[in-house]
């Protein structure tokens, strides 16, 4: 790896983490894009540059977190389907999943697709009582959202959309589940993250860590504007237009394995 490569997958981590495209996706096709050699080193940097993104949920939502005690408890429960299923599934995920651009391919272009008729649909649709506010959230959303976060145990799928189109779905505003589902990606992101290593058991060399650091760094500072960005942007648009750029790319990367 290059410092020029830290940078572009750090980029590409933190402005893709919480937008409905699938961060994890982007990450294995800049890779490839970069000719980066696969290794057991690759696959925990582009695991442990999430910990930035964390970071830039925590330095953002901290004093709500501090301050609602009921609110980490509803963010727990919505996290427990998807580290069961995690658990369950972690060596089909990490063997075969992360390893086939098809399996990514498939996933962008079936998103993007559900995406686009969802929101056809949500348009069309008469929400009532729709829940304003983080508080409002009950338990039984916590946990429906969190089932439909565990959808993206499939590379492509999109941890951030699946949520955001469950908690459409169930009847939250488009603002708060999109701040629900940064703050369910901090034990979602940080338990897969710790237990990947766990189970690597990858050492590093002085350089190497270096290399951590930075691309953790960088991915908060990416992340940060990138959180900001989607929160204002959601005021006044919808996901329509990521649901075309995911089909738009599915089609690019089955083009060239054909």
């Known amino acids: 790896m290059t410092l020029l490569s830290i940078f572009i997958l750090s980029l590409v981590e933190g402005v893709t ?3 409905p495209i699938s961060s994890t996706a982007h990450l294995l096709i800049t890779s490839k894009l970069l000719n980066i050699e696969s290794t057991a080193f690759l696959s925990s940097f582009l695991i442990f540059i999430q910990l930035g993104s964390i970071g830039a949920v925590l330095s953002i939502y901290q004093n709500r ?4 005690l009921t609110l980490i408890k509803k963010v727990i429960v919505a996290f427990l389907p998807t580290a069961l299923i995690g658990l369950l599934l972690y060596p089909i995920i990490k063997n075969f999943f992360l390893e086939s651009l098809l399996v990514v391919a498939w996933a962008l272009l079936i998103g993007g697709v559900i995406i686009i008729l969802f929101e056809w649909w949500y348009k069309n649709k008469a929400v009532l009582n729709q829940v304003e506010s983080l508080a409002s959230i009950t338990y039984k959303q916590a946990l429906l959202i969190g089932l439909f976060q565990s959808l993206a145990v499939i590379p492509g799928a999109s941890r951030a959309g699946s ?3 469950g908690g459409l779905f169930l009847g939250l505003s488009r603002v708060v589940i999109v701040e629900f589902s940064f703050l369910l990606a901090i034990p979602t992101m ?4 710790s237990y990947d290593l766990f189970k690597s058991s990858v050492s590093f060399s002085a350089l190497e860590f270096f290399w951590l650091l930075l691309g953790f760094g960088l991915s908060f500072l990416f992340a940060l504007v990138a959180i900001k960005w989607l929160v204002n942007f959601i005021k006044n648009h919808d996901f329509t237009y990521f649901g075309i750029y995911r089909i ?11």
């Open 17 to 19: 983490e919480f937008l």
């Open 65 to 68: 977190l501090r301050q609602n």
């Open 163 to 165: 949520t955001i189109l």
């Open 190 to 193: 940080l338990g897969a993250t």
């Open 248 to 258: 738009g790319l599915a089609l690019l990367i089955l083009a060239f394995l054909v």
